[in-house]
């Protein structure tokens, strides 16, 4: 089976060690300590880096910055770079694209691009725009990158597509990380000149992925050049995951999937709530030191008569001030999709629970649902389209 044309498989050398060794992923020492052999000055690991994270180039023949040998060489050694590769896109009318993306073994993820994007990672509708004609490249001003951290899902949410997968994989960090590049490539999108925002809210759980999920963090924020203020990652509550974060120099803002407005709701529509329960999670929240100006962000997915009445934005309100987080909550319409056994919230009820958080001081956005003819929206992500 092929894809793109590249063979899925890795070749096995004679040594049967794997004769393919993605450079994409890598950075400083980690790069200088894998081309060791080479003996490669400081300045070659930096024009490598600028091939690899700026300018994105698909082969070590194209680092035109190294002398033709010495690509050669590297090359010969079995040495690639591994960008990941979009093997399928999906448009929608809202200007969304949707894109199977292989990894270093051939198999998909899904990776959302948002022009204009409301990803939620402002919590306002800052745009009112449609996103327009996503046939001209240069259509927008800003745009959000929806990336996936696993393939598939431990956590099981009830209300989730993706959790219908299962667990297949943790994704690598050159994974996660040139998930981001290969859709910047596509269009043509440079963060340093362009305002491009990452929301990890797509396949997987980040925290259950920790070390390759911050590893990503560091490249992008680094040699890839997003601010790591123009990131936020989404968990479902995984309190160990939550205390390491809350270590972190460098780290996105921080969403917590409450959906909720108890432990008893919550333990129905997210088993994960019987391991670490509400409390658990925002004592582990507190822990996190916030920057100017910084709040926590949390997820509420409304499910028609499941959490959408108004006594549960009472109760939600009571938590967020018992918490004593600064906080603001994204109200999603929770989006269908195929077995899953819930039903839609009603446009009032969703206006009305909104306007419920507010007056009582809480500051509360409905994010606009993005791509939903294309399978596009949270929790809707589970490799459709793809070859598998
Ligand atoms: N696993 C992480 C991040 C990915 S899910 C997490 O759960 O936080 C990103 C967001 O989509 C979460 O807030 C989740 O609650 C929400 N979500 C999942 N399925 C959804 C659906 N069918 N409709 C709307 N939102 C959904
Ligand atoms: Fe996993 Fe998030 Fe879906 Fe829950 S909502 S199953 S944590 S991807």
């Given at each position: 089976m092929t894809t793109g044309g590249k063979p899925l498989t890795t070749i096995l050398d004679a040594r049967g060690a794997a004769s393919e060794r993605p450079l994409f992923g890598l950075w400083n020492e980690e790069l200088s300590e894998a081309l060791q052999?080479?003996?490669?000055l400081r300045y070659r690991i930096r024009q490598l880096e600028t091939a690899l994270y700026?300018?994105?180039?698909?082969?070590?023949?194209?680092?035109?910055?190294?002398p033709r040998e010495l690509r050669e060489k590297v090359a010969a050694a079995g040495?690639?770079?591994?960008?990941?590769?979009?093997v399928e896109t999906f448009r929608s009318g809202d200007g969304t694209e949707r894109y199977l993306i292989a990894g270093n073994d051939g198999q998909t993820v899904e990776t959302v691009w948002m022009p204009?994007?409301?990803?939620?990672?402002?919590?306002?509708?800052?745009?009112?725009?449609?996103?327009?004609?996503?046939?001209?490249?240069?259509?927008?001003?800003r745009a959000t990158i929806c990336v996936s951290s696993?393939?598939?899902?431990?956590?099981?949410?009830?209300?989730?597509?993706?959790?219908?997968?299962?667990?297949i994989r943790n994704l690598t960090a050159g994974e996660i990380a040139g998930q981001v590049a290969a859709v910047l490539k596509r269009q043509e999108a440079e963060p340093g000149r362009d305002r491009i925002n990452l929301v990890?809210?797509?396949?997987?759980?980040p925290f259950l992925n920790y070390d390759a999920f911050m590893a990503a963090v560091r490249l992008l924020a680094g040699?890839?050049?997003?601010?790591?203020?123009r990131m936020t990652v989404s968990t479902s509550g995984i309190v160990p995951g939550i205390l390491r974060f809350a270590q972190e120099k460098v780290r996105p803002k921080l969403a917590i999937?409450?959906?909720?407005?108890n432990d008893e709701v919550r333990e129905g529509i997210m088993p994960v709530t019987r391991k670490w329960s509400i409390a658990e999670v925002m004592d582990a929240v507190r822990q996190v030191p916030l920057r100017q100006r910084e709040r926590i962000t949390f997820e509420y997915v409304l499910l028609g008569g499941v959490n959408d009445r108004l006594e549960h934005a009472d109760e939600v309100v009571r938590l967020v001030r018992r918490a004593q987080i600064p906080a603001k909550v994204n109200l999603i319409a929770w989006n269908p999709g195929p077995g899953i056994p819930f039903t839609m919230p009603q446009a009032e009820d969703v206006a009305r629970f909104q306007e419920r958080l507010r007056e009582q001081g809480v500051p509360a956005f409905v994010r606009r649902p993005r791509g939903r003819d294309i399978y596009a929206a949270c929790g809707q992500l589970k490799k459709t389209g793809s070859q598998g």
């Amino acid at each position: 089976m092929t894809t793109g044309g590249k063979p899925l498989t890795t070749i096995l050398d004679a040594r049967g060690a794997a004769s393919e060794r993605p450079l994409f992923g890598l950075w400083n020492e980690e790069l200088s300590e894998a081309l060791q052999e080479f003996g490669l000055l400081r300045y070659r690991i930096r024009q490598l880096e600028t091939a690899l994270y700026r300018q994105k180039v698909a082969e070590i023949g194209e680092v035109t910055t190294w002398p033709r040998e010495l690509r050669e060489k590297v090359a010969a050694a079995g040495f690639r770079v591994g960008l990941p590769e979009i093997v399928e896109t999906f448009r929608s009318g809202d200007g969304t694209e949707r894109y199977l993306i292989a990894g270093n073994d051939g198999q998909t993820v899904e990776t959302v691009w948002m022009p204009e994007g409301d990803g939620g990672e402002e919590g306002d509708s800052a745009s009112n725009s449609d996103g327009g004609d996503a046939e001209s490249k240069k259509n927008w001003s800003r745009a959000t990158i929806c990336v996936s951290s696993q393939i598939g899902c431990a956590v099981n949410c009830q209300f989730c597509l993706t959790a219908k997968l299962g667990i297949i994989r943790n994704l690598t960090a050159g994974e996660i990380a040139g998930q981001v590049a290969a859709v910047l490539k596509r269009q043509e999108a440079e963060p340093g000149r362009d305002r491009i925002n990452l929301v990890f809210m797509g396949m997987g759980e980040p925290f259950l992925n920790y070390d390759a999920f911050m590893a990503a963090v560091r490249l992008l924020a680094g040699p890839m050049e997003i601010p790591e203020s123009r990131m936020t990652v989404s968990t479902s509550g995984i309190v160990p995951g939550i205390l390491r974060f809350a270590q972190e120099k460098v780290r996105p803002k921080l969403a917590i999937s409450l959906n909720a407005p108890n432990d008893e709701v919550r333990e129905g529509i997210m088993p994960v709530t019987r391991k670490w329960s509400i409390a658990e999670v925002m004592d582990a929240v507190r822990q996190v030191p916030l920057r100017q100006r910084e709040r926590i962000t949390f997820e509420y997915v409304l499910l028609g008569g499941v959490n959408d009445r108004l006594e549960h934005a009472d109760e939600v309100v009571r938590l967020v001030r018992r918490a004593q987080i600064p906080a603001k909550v994204n109200l999603i319409a929770w989006n269908p999709g195929p077995g899953i056994p819930f039903t839609m919230p009603q446009a009032e009820d969703v206006a009305r629970f909104q306007e419920r958080l507010r007056e009582q001081g809480v500051p509360a956005f409905v994010r606009r649902p993005r791509g939903r003819d294309i399978y596009a929206a949270c929790g809707q992500l589970k490799k459709t389209g793809s070859q598998g």
